[in-house]
Nanobody, 115 residues
Framework: QVQLVESGGGLVQPGGSLRLSCAASGSISSGRSIGWYRQAPGKQRELVAEMTRGGTTNYGDSVKGRFTISRDNAKNTVYLQMNNLKLEDTAVYYC?????????WGQGTQVTVSS
């Protein structure tokens, strides 16, 4: 099965930046889509960013213009560059890969934005 391991989370001040990484055990280029989701306490998991196999991207309204999803197929790694972080960005961030038949989730990485 596909295994996903997120890294790069941590504590950052408002206005700061973080880059999350998601290392996949399998080829992400063969999947149908890759994405990042987040879940804050007491809230549903929500889409942050998504990229299809063809390179089309979609972003949640709250992160447009601030976050960028990218991938390195050679390294089987998905990235989420987060700039101008806000308090409301605090959440556990999960990497997701949709294969031809199944979806896979990483274990999540905590992002805390606090002054």
């Amino acid at each position: 099965q596909v295994q996903l391991v997120e890294s790069g989370g941590g504590l950052v001040q408002p206005g700061g930046s973080l880059r999350l990484s998601c290392a996949a055990s399998g080829s992400i280029s063969s999947g149908r889509s890759i994405g990042w989701y987040r879940q804050a306490p007491g809230k549903q998991r929500e889409l942050v960013a998504e990229m299809t196999r063809g390179g089309t991207t979609n972003y949640g309204d709250s992160v447009k213009g601030r976050f960028t999803i990218s991938r390195d197929n050679a390294k089987n790694t998905v990235y989420l560059q987060m700039n101008n972080l806000k308090l409301e960005d605090t959440a556990v961030y999960y990497c997701h890969v949709l294969s031809q038949y199944l979806g896979y989730w990483g274990q999540g990485t905590q992002v805390t934005v606090s002054s």
